[in-house]
């Protein structure tokens, strides 16, 4: 059986995405569980043209809920075609009536322990319209198939070594998505660490850990970074603040290569970090801390979010200042969206406000998809355009390039000045976050998506079996 696993995205920015750093883990991790069996193939939306005259006989349909416009018409075209389609990710698993619609079967959670089970299914015409995927205990993963990424990616070796969050950040899915906290087997994590068959040094040379959170387990952690050691690597992953305050991991992350992590810091106001649910994070302390990692010459990438209830446009567009006197190298810059499955949709659905005419392409992180509290929808997409362009502009850029080269490693030092290299030239070329109000291919077809719409009739599992064996 051929399947092609396809990772679904709609271009976010206004002239796309000129540079593509680092490939999702889903679609290589998915392969990497498919029996040897099958033939199979990773599509990337993101970096490579999706193929509707294929030759496969199953698709499967990875989707944040930014990018479910585009799954759905995808769905419908490939099941025109005949082929099984199969969704799942984030979006499905909280909207999983909404997807059975436009899917043969959807995964409803974590995917390991279903997939396999779910492709014999196909084979043997008993596929179900529904499986639910527990939370996987970690063990015995075997490493993503790398061997599948197109070239386009600038980093390639994507590792995970834990699942999960402890903190319930308003905005965030991760803790319903993948509950609890897992680690997998330090042996297990350096065997993907270690697979090194890749194009350019660089390549060979960089780990990103795929992990919401890497160092919540201090003596896990602790542990996997003193394996590191030996393999003098460069890595990266997301982290949280408090880590600051631990010198032996501090000391362990520069001896294991850490060149850069990743911070949620989200707001510099104590009213909208209360907003987001963050009482771990205290703005005061943010210099501190960053010099901390600073001190250890890595580079810290922080993430800021627009629209929570006490934010006004003034205190958005203050944020390119506040970024660059608090040290971050790298900023982020998105819009609060009220993703589903997150404590902030629950609250804005309750008082009515989510915004009923907008359809999923908003929910990308960069569109405005919710009432604001204390400004219209349009002031503040406009304000969070302002700080982008403040913030990605010639001046602070350069401020941020020169400081990290008297402050951080070479490792950090390079990956700071290519990334903000990358975002200035994008805002010095106006090729800003894509605004789906101004530019939306998906307008017409909002009705297509709402409950009750079915592309196409739905083949029965033996309908379905019978046509590829007619077509082997």
Same mark, same amino acid.
């Given at each position: 059986?051929?399947?092609?696993?396809?990772?679904?995205?709609?271009?976010?920015?206004?002239?796309?995405?000129?540079?593509?750093?680092?490939?999702?883990?889903?679609?290589?991790?998915?392969?990497?569980?498919?029996?040897?069996?099958?033939?199979?193939?990773?599509?990337?939306?993101?970096?490579?043209?999706?193929?509707?005259?294929?030759?496969?006989?199953?698709?499967?349909?990875?989707?944040? &809920?930014?990018?479910?416009?585009?799954?759905?018409?995808?769905?419908?075209?490939?099941?025109?075609?005949?082929?099984?389609?199969?969704?799942?990710?984030?979006?499905?698993?909280?909207?999983?009536?909404?997807?059975?619609?436009?899917?043969?079967?959807?995964?409803?959670?974590?995917?390991?322990?279903?997939?396999?089970?779910?492709?014999?299914?196909?084979?043997?015409?008993?596929?179900?319209?529904?499986?639910?995927?527990?939370?996987?205990?970690?063990?015995?993963?075997?490493?993503?198939?790398?061997?599948?990424?197109?070239?386009?990616?600038?980093?390639?070796?994507?590792?995970?070594?834990?699942?999960?969050?402890?903190?319930?950040?308003?905005?965030?899915?991760?803790?319903?998505?993948?509950?609890?906290?897992?680690?997998?087997?330090? &042996?297990?994590?350096?065997?993907?660490?270690?697979?090194?068959?890749?194009?350019?040094?660089?390549?060979?040379?960089?780990?990103?850990?795929?992990?919401?959170?890497?160092?919540?387990?201090?003596?896990?952690?602790?542990?996997?970074?003193?394996?590191?050691?030996?393999?003098?690597?460069?890595?990266?992953?997301?982290?949280?603040?408090?880590?600051?305050?631990?010198?032996?991991?501090?000391?362990?992350?520069?001896?294991?290569?850490?060149?850069?992590?990743?911070?949620?810091?989200?707001?510099?106001?104590?009213? &909208?970090?209360?907003?987001?649910?963050?009482?771990?994070?205290?703005?005061?302390?943010?210099?501190?801390?960053?010099?901390?990692?600073?001190?250890?010459?890595?580079?810290?990438?922080?993430?800021?979010?627009?629209?929570?209830?006490?934010?006004?446009?003034?205190?958005?567009?203050?944020?390119?200042?506040?970024?660059?006197?608090?040290?971050?190298?790298?900023?982020?810059?998105?819009?609060?969206?009220?993703?589903?499955?997150?404590?902030?949709?629950?609250?804005?659905?309750?008082?009515?406000?989510?915004?009923?005419?907008?359809?999923?392409?908003?929910?990308?992180?960069?569109?405005?998809?919710?009432?604001?509290?204390?400004?219209?929808?349009?002031?503040?997409?406009?304000?969070?355009?302002?700080?982008?362009?403040?913030?990605?502009?010639?001046?602070?850029?350069?401020?941020?390039?020169?400081?990290?080269?008297?402050?951080?490693?070479?490792?950090?030092?390079?990956?700071?000045?290519?990334?903000?290299?990358?975002?200035?030239?994008?805002?010095?070329?106006?090729?800003?976050?894509?605004?789906?109000?101004?530019?939306?291919?998906?307008?017409?077809?909002?009705?297509?998506?709402?409950?009750?719409?079915?592309?196409?009739?739905?083949?029965?599992?033996?309908?379905?079996?019978?046509?590829?064996?007619?077509?082997?």
């Amino acid at each position: 059986m051929k399947i092609d696993i396809i990772i679904v995205y709609i271009p976010r920015y206004v002239r796309g995405h000129e540079k593509n750093f680092v490939p999702p883990l889903t679609g290589i991790h998915l392969a990497a569980l498919t029996p040897p069996a099958h033939t199979v193939r990773v599509i990337h939306q993101q970096v490579e043209a999706v193929k509707l005259d294929t030759d496969a006989d199953v698709i499967a349909l990875s989707f944040f &809920s930014g990018f479910a416009p585009e799954a759905y018409r995808l769905a419908a075209e490939y099941r025109r075609r005949g082929k099984v389609v199969i969704g799942g990710g984030p979006h499905v698993t909280f909207n999983a009536a909404e997807a059975m619609l436009h899917c043969d079967a959807i995964v409803v959670g974590e995917t390991e322990s279903v997939w396999v089970g779910l492709l014999n299914d196909i084979e043997t015409g008993r596929l179900k319209q529904e499986y639910h995927g527990g939370p996987c205990d970690m063990r015995d993963l075997p490493t993503p198939r790398y061997d599948l990424l197109p070239r386009q990616f600038f980093i390639t070796r994507v590792v995970q070594a834990t699942r999960g969050c402890p903190f319930t950040c308003s905005f965030c899915s991760v803790p319903q998505l993948n509950p609890g906290f897992r680690t997998r087997l330090v &042996s297990d994590v350096l065997r993907d660490v270690q697979y090194n068959r890749f194009r350019h040094w660089w390549q060979r040379k960089i780990v990103w850990f795929w992990d919401d959170n890497l160092t919540v387990k201090r003596d896990y952690a602790k542990q996997l970074l003193s394996a590191l050691i030996p393999q003098r690597k460069w890595w990266l992953s997301q982290a949280s603040m408090d880590i600051a305050r631990d010198p032996e991991l501090l000391e362990l992350m520069r001896r294991s290569g850490c060149i850069g992590i990743f911070f949620g810091i989200e707001s510099f106001t104590t009213e &909208s970090l209360a907003d987001a649910h963050k009482p771990q994070n205290k703005s005061a302390m943010y210099r501190n801390q960053i010099r901390a990692l600073h001190d250890r010459g890595i580079c810290v990438m922080a993430g800021l979010i627009s629209g929570f209830d006490p934010d006004r446009p003034a205190t958005i567009r203050d944020m390119a200042k506040q970024l660059y006197d608090a040290g971050v190298d790298v900023p982020f810059l998105s819009v609060l969206t009220p993703f589903p499955g997150t404590p902030v949709y629950q609250k804005y659905q309750a008082a009515g406000r989510i915004l009923e005419d907008r359809g999923w392409e908003f929910y990308n992180g960069y569109n405005v998809a919710f009432q604001p509290k204390e400004m219209t929808p349009e002031e503040l997409l406009e304000a969070h355009r302002d700080l982008w362009r403040e913030a990605f502009s010639l001046r602070y850029s350069l401020k941020r390039i020169v400081r990290a080269f008297f402050t951080l490693r070479w490792g950090a030092f390079l990956m700071c000045a290519f990334m903000n290299s990358f975002y200035c030239l994008k805002a010095m070329r106006d090729n800003l976050p894509r605004s789906f109000v101004k530019d939306n291919p998906y307008r017409e077809k909002q009705d297509r998506f709402m409950p009750g719409w079915n592309p196409v009739p739905i083949k029965t599992p033996a309908d379905r079996l019978e046509e590829m064996e007619m077509t082997k």
